[in-house]
């Protein structure tokens, strides 16, 4: 897992990326409908469920562990799936499927970060976003009366926040790689 993190460490700053992508713009037009929070929600997790399972088609090319990144991946597609077949849904389960992505993605960034403090130590980056996930996953299932701007206020600064720790990680994970030697793109 650790060399295809290495290889691919670009995926996870996309990642990154697009989670400010979708932070910001939900910090920025708080007052969107939920609808709109719903529709962009729902490509924000198909967009990372599909780079996650990019990941998981060439970490198994390679014979790496890929049982949790595809884990990922399929419930990041599934839920942002479910969100744009049905917009009209109501905020309950769109707080329970973010909860749900939120617990999925928290769980597979913990496992991953326990392989890559393997290789980069005092790095804890990913397990910190991973713990975010989780926090966010608990809170919005203890807490679901919090409202719809709560909730989209809330859900942006998790993703701002996990987004700028996530592009640095992949940028630290890229220096590590080069530092050992190991190529930043797969080999033919």
């Known amino acids: 897992m650790v060399s295809m993190l290495a290889r691919h460490w670009w995926v996870i700053a996309m990642q990154g990326i697009t989670a400010i992508a979708f932070g910001m713009i939900t910090l920025f037009w708080p007052i969107l409908t939920l609808r709109a929070l719903i529709l962009i929600f729902g490509v924000y997790a198909a967009i990372d469920g599909v780079l996650a399972v990019v990941g998981t088609i060439v970490a198994a090319g390679r014979r790496q562990q890929w049982a949790g990144l595809l884990l990922h991946g399929l419930v990041g597609i599934a839920v942002g799936a479910l969100v744009l077949a049905y917009p009209g849904v109501t905020t309950l389960f769109l707080l329970y499927a973010?909860?749900?992505?939120?617990?999925?993605?928290?769980?597979?960034?913990?496992?991953?970060?326990g392989q890559l403090r393997r290789v980069i130590h005092g790095d804890c980056g990913l397990s910190f976003v991973g713990i975010l996930?989780?926090?966010?996953?608990?809170?919005?299932?203890?807490?679901?009366?919090?409202?719809?701007?709560?909730?989209?206020?809330?859900?942006?600064?998790?993703?701002?926040?996990?987004?700028?720790?996530?592009?640095?990680?992949?940028?630290?994970?890229?220096?590590?790689?080069?530092?050992?030697g190991l190529p930043e793109v797969p080999q033919s």
Do not use: N
């Not at 973010?98 to 970060?113: C, F, H, N």
């Not at 909730?151 to 987004?163: E, H, M, N, P, Q």
């Open 98 to 113: 973010v909860a749900g992505w939120a617990l999925a993605m928290g769980v597979y960034e913990l496992v991953a970060a």
């Open 133 to 180: 996930s989780i926090v966010l996953a608990v809170l919005l299932v203890i807490s679901p009366g919090s409202g719809a701007i709560g909730l989209a206020g809330l859900i942006a600064a998790y993703a701002v926040v996990a987004g700028f720790i996530s592009v640095a990680a992949a940028f630290r994970v890229r220096t590590r790689a080069r530092s050992l």
